[in-house]
């Protein structure tokens, strides 16, 4: 698509609601590599990574930047049912 074409769809399109995001950790091997930010080798590496130190391996893949930054609003860093959500 040239940029064009793009900058005249973008002004026709919007998207109305919130995102769902999801726990890699929760997520089945074959809904993971369906997203479009995800391939197949970031999937094994998500599936791979122990369920007791999740949360710390996932962070280290964003902080080395092995994780497409688009991915982020999209995933819970953490298990979301051990959050606290403070009002």
């Known amino acids: 698509i040239t940029d064009e ?3 005249a ?3 026709r399109l919007f998207v109305e609601g919130e995102i769902e995001k999801f726990y890699p950790a929760g ?3 074959k809904n ?3 997203h ?3 391939d197949y080798e970031t999937t094994k590496l998500l599936k791979s990574f122990s369920i007791m130190n999740y949360s710390e391996e996932l962070q280290k893949l964003i902080d080395k930047g092995k994780i497409d930054e688009r ?3 999209y ?3 953490s298990d979301p049912e051990s959050v606290t959500i403070k009002n």
């Open 32 to 34: 993971l590599v369906r």
């Open 27 to 29: 997520t089945s091997f």
């Open 71 to 73: 991915l982020l609003p």
């Open 5 to 7: 074409n793009y900058n």
């Open 9 to 11: 769809l973008t002004k």
């Open 75 to 77: 995933i819970y860093i």
């Open 36 to 38: 479009p930010y995800i």
